[in-house]
């Protein structure tokens, strides 16, 4: 089957995520696999809700470009959203101007509030809206009734059935009118297959913090990162995590960093602009040399800038952020799945090596639901690596692989001196400039133990091009790739996830890649000039966008084949 | 009896009230029968802050006025560490403000002491947040402008646990002042007056040794009006001492009480099956 690309528009507290959330299981339950995404589609202009699902029996992992489907829950979404309808698409809800020729014939006008009215409550109106929107799909009902019955089992029998009245009130006002597309050949995506999984970018990194034995989470409220203080609050109690909001991200990052030093996994999170304000701290790790694991999910600046959009816009500044240099990891997980182990090795690494880690992760992963067959652990949190000392212990041995056995405060007879001055082997502060040059070579070395831990690009081969990206465009790329190699345009595929630092193995054959495309959500082509430096060739082609917005398959293919031509 | 004081080389000027706060501190915790390793001692930048290398303990130096967020950090994770935080006025006060604040609200069992000599020492002699108005530097050589900024009133007004006042002059009731502190449970600010004899030409020694007097016995640290009055007294008449005390919760009982647990350094965590566990949430 052709993939098929649902939008829900309406205003805040309509309702729009709900219906999103509840046919995305529905779908999902059928066998079909989801990608949902939150408050975005290619062509909407201003503020506005709306939630896009786009679904298939084929696995799929990346947003639609348009619109066969189109919810509106109010007056606004048919003017925001009807552009991007397709020619035989269909809308329905709140209508209020009447079809011009270019707008699609079916058009079914349903005030899901006034319908709900006759069940004694507004808030059925969702049920009704999911109840229409299967019908027209052609989904089966018996699967969505057993989806209600599940999540409303606390609330009890009356609800339970009021909800399915609800759904069926929805199909039956579809069933009045005559529905000019039929969308399934069939009511169940795949039947060969178990169970499917939807994740969430924010789920994934809060599930994977919590894997890793993260004890202490401290944050300041910041969109996109919210949902995964949100997520990790909501089991504080079940795996017995501190999770303390802070008056500011200066105060998150330096409680994290007490927390670390005394022993505790800790981690914090934000979005640029928070990291701005955690950059003195991220130097205060790196130099007390304590375990740190910081989450930045990324979306448009400088400064506030465009607070619920996407972008790739912080891998220059993360690479880079603080004054001198020390050692950092900067990963960026691909998809959920891939955020899960991303934390679990991010915590195992800040640990082994005592250097910072830094996750980004971006408003396009942290808000976007992905479809799997299998979810897995696939990394094995580390149990934290310290040391009993005693009365002789020095927290900053000049040791040989630069990595210093720390021990933990109030755990023996051993103090522990840790100093945001340049200090010598205890740990106090020093003026002397030989020890200062020990101490900053011991520091600096890890690196290339660490390159060694750097997982290698995902890599598929193409004769004629290679599309080269990384982060959250895994998906885009991989079906961009796919359908132009169909369409007989031999190109590869070269994505980062590991981003800093890279390994020389890694480096030697980035070079060997025939003609590569750097595609980026930056201005400038930051991971581009990241391996043109390390690489000392360069990486011209490039495809760029900052319009806030992720990259879309067909306008990316047609991209890539203008910057080919 | 263990010794809190080790034998680094001390880098304040000679004469320095910061010598009499070291030693009442060192001897304080001596008093108190705990030993090095049970102790830390987190402190920001500044002349007052490097006083924690003077100390035989765990010590964190970090950031300019961030002491007290990491003394936070490290108190909540391991209750039983003694945590205080130290430093001076122009890190507590101005670069930390926001984070004093919001201690007294969560109340972590941490004690600040705070080195106030009204002046900022490391970067020679530029007015500090509790510098009086008119303050005359070469930074500021008309004189400051702002008023100054009357940290114990805050923390009673903010209904602080433990608000207190020393003098570096009268070192045995700022040792008893320390020991009340570090032993009370709950967030502890102790002001010191500290005076800067190579900056600070106003409030000299002699000027607080003529203006500075104890709390009389029949005060009653524990009414939170009459405190606020004490801690705005400023001026020709300075009172030191327990200016106002208040129990409440602290921060790490309320987590105990909230979570169920006190253990965050080795959770017992079977990722597999909290994995397994989660797993169905996203069916």
């Not at chain 1, 949100?230 to 927390?259: H, L, T």
């Not at chain 1, 640029?272 to 040399?289: D, I, K, R, S, Y």
């Not at chain 2, 009442?24 to 006083?51: D, F, H, T």
């Not at chain 2, 114990?152 to 502190?181: H, P, Y």
């Amino acid at each position: 089957m052709p993939d098929i690309t649902i939008t829900i528009g309406g205003e805040a507290g309509q309702g729009v995520q709900t219906i999103g959330e509840v046919l995305s299981r529905i779908l999902i339950r059928n066998g079909f696999y989801v990608f949902s995404i939150q408050d975005y589609h290619s062509r909407i202009r201003g503020g506005h809700n709306s939630v896009q699902v786009r679904f298939s029996d084929q696995p799929i992992q990346a947003i639609g470009t348009d619109t066969d489907l189109l919810v509106c829950l109010n007056h606004e979404t048919q003017e925001i959203h009807q552009t991007a309808l397709k020619k035989d698409g269909i809308m329905i809800g709140t209508i209020s101007s009447p079809p011009s020729p270019s707008l699609p014939s079916s058009m079914v006008s349903i005030h899901f509030n006034e319908m709900a009215k006759e069940l004694g409550n507004r808030i059925f109106a969702n049920i009704i809206a999911v109840g229409a929107l299967i019908e027209i799909l052609g989904i089966d009902e018996k699967i969505a009734e057993l989806y209600l019955e599940e999540i409303f089992q606390k609330k009890g029998k009356d609800i339970i059935r009021l909800n399915k009245e609800a759904l069926a009130l929805g199909q039956k006002e579809i069933r009045k009118h005559q529905i000019s597309r039929k969308f399934l050949d069939k009511r169940n995506g795949s039947q060969n297959h178990g169970k499917l999984f939807i994740v969430g970018g924010n789920e994934a990194l809060g599930l994977g913090a919590i894997l890793a034995g993260c004890t202490f989470y401290s944050a300041y409220p910041m969109t996109p990162s919210t949902g995964v203080m949100n997520f990790i609050s909501s089991r504080s109690k079940k795996y017995g995590i501190i999770v303390e909001q802070a008056e500011d991200e200066i105060a998150a990052i330096n409680m994290a960093i007490g927390a670390s030093y005394t022993g505790a996994k800790a981690m914090t999170a934000t979005s640029g602009g928070g990291f701005c304000l955690m950059v003195e701290g991220l130097g205060l790790a790196a130099m007390t040399e304590t375990p740190i694991v910081i989450l930045d999910g990324m979306r448009p600046g400088p400064s506030t800038g465009l607070p619920t959009r996407t972008s790739q816009g912080d891998l220059e500044f993360v690479l880079s952020a603080s004054h001198d240099e020390f050692p950092r990891f900067v990963f960026a997980p691909r998809d959920p799945q891939d955020a899960i182990d991303t934390m679990i090795r991010a915590f195992n690494l800040s640990d082994h090596f005592q250097v910072p880690v830094i996750i980004l992760s971006d408003q396009y992963l942290a808000d976007s639901n992905w479809t799997f067959s299998q979810i897995k652990v696939n990394e094995k949190p580390q149990n934290t690596q310290t040391v009993i000392g005693d009365q002789n212990y020095q927290r900053y041995v000049l040791a040989e692989s630069g990595i210093s056995p720390r021990a933990l405060p109030g755990m023996s007879e051993a103090l522990v001196v840790a100093d945001s001055d340049e200090h010598d082997e205890i740990g106090h502060l020093t003026e002397d400039l030989e020890l200062r040059v020990q101490m900053h070579q011991k520091r600096m070395k890890k690196i290339e133990k660490m390159r060694e831990k750097t997982r290698p690009p995902v890599y598929k081969a193409g004769k004629t091009a290679t599309i080269v990206g990384w982060g959250s465009t895994y998906g885009v790329l991989y079906e961009a790739r796919e359908k132009l190699v169909n369409l007989g345009v031999d190109v590869g595929l070269l994505h980062f996830n590991d981003i800093y630092p890279l390994s020389k193995d890694i480096l030697t054959f980035i070079k060997s890649v025939p003609q590569p495309v750097v595609i980026e959500g930056n201005y400038q082509g930051q991971l581009a000039r990241l391996l043109e430096r390390e690489t000392k060739i360069p990486f011209s082609l490039r495809i760029n966008r900052y319009d806030g917005r992720p990259f879309f398959v067909n306008e990316l293919m047609n991209q890539i084949q203008e910057v080919l031509s | 009896m263990s010794s809190f004081r080790n034998q680094l080389e001390i880098a304040w000027c000679p004469g320095c009230g910061n010598f009499n706060l070291l030693t009442a501190l060192s001897e304080a915790l001596v008093e108190l029968g705990l030993k090095p390793s049970q102790v830390v001692l987190v402190s920001g930048i500044g002349q007052a802050a490097k006083a924690p290398h003077y100390i035989q303990a765990n010590v964190f130096n970090g950031l300019h006025g961030r002491s007290i967020p990491v003394a936070f950090g490290i108190q909540s994770v391991n209750p039983e560490l003694t945590v205080i935080a130290e430093s001076g006025d122009g890190c507590m006060y101005g670069e930390g403000g926001n984070h004093l604040i919001h201690a007294i609200r969560r109340n972590p069992n941490i004690t600040v002491i705070v080195h106030d000599n009204q002046v900022y020492g490391l970067t020679k002699g530029q007015a500090s947040p509790t510098s009086e108005a008119g303050f005359v530097s070469k930074t500021q050589p008309l004189g400051t402008v702002s008023e100054s900024f009357h940290p114990l009133a805050l923390a009673v007004s903010q209904n602080a646990s433990f608000v207190a006042r020393g003098f570096a002059g009268d070192k045995e009731e700022l040792k008893s002042i320390f020991k009340q502190a570090i032993q009370w449970k709950g967030f502890s600010l102790v002001d010191v007056l500290q005076p800067c004899v190579t900056f600070n030409r106003i409030n000299t020694f002699g000027w607080y040794k003529s203006r500075v007097y104890s709390l009389p016995e029949d005060y009653d640290p524990e009414d939170q009006v009459g405190a606020f009055k004490i801690s705005l007294e400023w001026g020709d008449k300075i009172p030191t001492g327990i200016i106002y005390r208040h129990t409440k919760p602290i921060f790490s009982d309320l987590v105990f009480e909230k979570l169920g647990r006190k253990e965050f350094l080795n959770p017992t965590r079977n990722y597999q099956s909290i994995f397994e566990d989660e797993k169905h949430g996203f069916e």
